[in-house]
């Protein structure tokens, strides 16, 4: 059964700094990875998919990165903005039931002034 | 991206009662699916909303307790049966399959519950 983690829970930096958040899963068979974000009390946003064949993929500040070998991503945020405050969850689809996703358990980001 | 739209918005139930939401969205697409995030939790997949056919439910959920329909392409239903309050979560439908990103899951806005 495919497990989740991200590190850390949550993370507070100030307005500017680039940072990093970490997704790893047990089961390295997967099909994509995709990343969202989810505001206080509000439903989810795509903000990367990167299918099992890639090793990144770019969309403004943002920059995931996908080792399936060693079961790990990364999301890059550079020069973050306090508008970037959010919960960022990641989400892996399995080979034959890529449609499912099995989500870790977020890092809540604050960016504070 | 294919927009998404649920209601209600939010609610506000006793136990015992049921509670239907409503995923709708703007252009056909092949999958929905329904996802319940618990407090503090994060998101758990109930099951797939196939059309014209039974939903497809994941281990845990079952059909009594969250009845789904698919009557076409862009609309579908859940039904949360027979309320408690451990059933109070944030419930968010997902399509997959729109436009030119065939393998990217996007969500609706989701639906807060939670039962009294």
């Known amino acids: 059964k495919q497990e989740v983690t991200q590190i850390p829970a949550a993370l507070s930096v100030p307005e500017g700094e680039n940072l990093v958040l970490n997704c790893s899963f047990t089961?390295?068979?997967?099909?994509?990875l995709q990343w969202f974000r989810q505001d206080p009390g509000k439903g989810l946003t795509s903000l990367l998919l990167i299918q099992s064949s890639q090793r990144e993929q770019t969309s403004g500040r943002l920059n995931a990165s996908l080792d399936k070998s060693s079961g790990r991503s990364t999301l890059y945020i550079a020069a973050s903005q306090p508008g970037d405050s959010a919960t960022y969850l990641c989400a892996v689809g399995a080979f034959g039931t890529a449609s499912k996703l099995t989500f870790g358990t977020g890092t809540r980001l604050q960016v504070t002034l | 991206s294919a927009v998404i739209s649920q209601k209600p918005s939010r609610d506000i139930c006793q136990r015992g009662t049921s509670l239907t939401i409503q995923c709708q969205v703007d252009?056909?697409?092949?999958?929905m699916f329904w996802y319940r995030q618990q407090p503090g939790q994060s998101l758990t997949l109930i099951a797939t909303?196939?059309?014209?056919?039974?939903?497809?439910?994941e281990s845990g959920f079952v059909i009594d307790k969250f009845p789904i329909s698919r009557p076409n392409l862009t609309f579908s239903t859940l039904t949360v049966s027979n309320m408690s309050p451990e059933d109070s979560s944030i419930y968010l439908c997902?399509?997959?399959?729109?436009?030119?990103?065939?393998?990217?899951?996007?969500f609706g806005p989701g639906t807060r519950l939670t039962v009294l």
């Open positions: 089961d390295s068979a997967i099909y994509n």
């Open positions: 252009s056909q697409v092949t999958m």
């Open positions: 997902s399509v997959l399959g729109f436009g030119g990103a065939p393998n990217e899951q996007f």
């Open positions: 909303a196939n059309q014209g056919s039974e939903a497809t439910y």
